[in-house]
């Protein structure tokens, strides 16, 4: 996919007000999502002519708004190019259908709102039926996770005060985002995150994402429109997608294999049709659900060794002045998890590489990467790489 390189770029985002249980509905955040990006790129409802709308939990509902629906929504214009997306963006594909004439202008759009994600959550016992399924008796997300964790402390010798790390970092740069829900709040010592309530064996608080309300939205457009915009382009050169077979409903042997999982796959996609390696990258965000994901992101996508994530966070290279800063905004740790954050993985980047992000801007950042993933540990993947000229 050649062609990818540099025929789309990212010409407007937009977040709207993040935070827990908004009086607004899920509607509302993502229609003045899409307005705000596109009011950032300085175009208009009239130029989009392709939608992107992540599937939440509340998809899981039959809640899932029609392509008709957002025809509807953005002037009644027929749209050329419709997609869903679930732990992954969809801007490589979008991208590549802007690339292959398909549409010229693709809006990727998410809202939540009033809808809890974790065991509490009104959907749980409703939507996930299947008797096989732990969320359908209020396991939800965690306890997969912790035995991911388990089992990659035992394999690896690592301690929960590894772990701890990741969580530390993230908040540190969430206080340098005025933006993020957490950093207010002030810097975390590992010591905090592990004297925080156990939420399942070893996953502390402090080392789960949070769950709020929000919106997000981006714009990506063909060269000849982007060139025109309000806004620099931030080039789509690189992007992949994969899914894995894992379902949160079963735990294939091994678990964690060394011959990688949809992560690699997806990392080792992007950077060849980016024609880079990962020592040209400047700044990265990685999916930081648990303490344990973001490590294992980095070891998927070859940034480390397996095993090894954990030396490489303590070496400093994931901080901001590291030789890859990642998450700084403070990621789904401490800055928002809005039900579908995919989003807001390469938003970020995108405000790097626009030299927009104030305190936590990263020096002379040109080439970025945003990871995403979810449906299980590692079942869905995408990530997409971006540069500026």
């Known amino acids: ?126 939507v996930h039926a299947d008797p096989w399924e732990s969320m359908a008796w209020g396991g939800y997300m965690a306890p997969w996770y912790a035995m991911w964790a388990k089992r990659y402390m035992h394999e690896f010798g690592v301690t929960s005060e590894d772990m701890a790390q990741v969580p530390v970092i993230h908040r540190h740069h969430a206080t340098l985002n005025p933006a993020s829900l957490m950093g207010s709040r002030g810097d975390l010592t590992a010591e905090n995150v592990l004297d925080s309530r156990m939420i399942a064996d070893p996953l502390h608080l402090l080392d789960c994402a949070l769950d709020n309300d929000g919106g997000w939205a981006i714009v990506i457009a063909s060269a000849d429109v982007a060139r025109d915009c309000r806004r620099e382009p931030i080039w789509i050169i690189g992007g992949g997608e994969a899914a894995d077979s894992d379902l949160y409903m079963t735990i294939d042997a091994p678990w964690i294999r060394r011959e990688g999982s949809a992560a690699r796959k997806v990392g080792e996609i992007a950077f060849a049709q980016a024609g880079i390696t990962r020592d040209d990258v400047d700044v990265a965000n990685l999916y930081d659900c648990f303490s344990i994901t973001f490590l294992r992101d980095l070891e998927e996508l070859g940034f480390c060794e397996l095993g090894e994530a954990a030396h490489y966070v303590r070496a400093g290279h994931t901080r901001l002045g590291g030789s890859m800063p990642c998450n700084t905004d403070g990621g789904l740790l401490s800055n928002s998890h809005n039900g579908n954050p995919t989003g807001m993985m390469a938003i970020e980047v995108v405000r790097q590489l626009r030299g927009e992000a104030g305190a936590r801007q990263v020096p002379d950042a040109r080439i970025g990467l945003a990871f995403s993933q979810g449906a299980a540990v590692h079942g869905v993947c995408g990530t997409v790489v971006l540069a500026k000229d």
């Open 1 to 126: 996919m050649a062609f990818l390189h540099r025929s789309a770029a990212v010409v407007g985002i937009y977040t709207s007000e993040q935070g827990r249980f908004l009086k607004r509905s899920s509607t509302s955040l993502q229609i003045e999502a899409i307005k705000g990006a596109l009011d950032d790129a300085g175009l208009g409802l009239d130029d989009v002519d392709g939608i992107v709308a992540p599937i939440t939990m509340e998809a899981a509902g039959l809640r899932l708004p029609s392509p008709q629906h957002w025809a509807a929504q953005l002037g009644g214009k027929a749209l050329t190019y419709t997609d869903s997306a679930g732990g992954h963006l969809g801007a490589q594909k979008a991208a590549a259908a802007i690339a292959a004439g398909f549409a010229k202008v693709i809006v990727l759009v998410h809202g939540k709102a009033d809808l809890e994600i974790g065991p509490r959550g009104k959907l749980n016992q409703t």
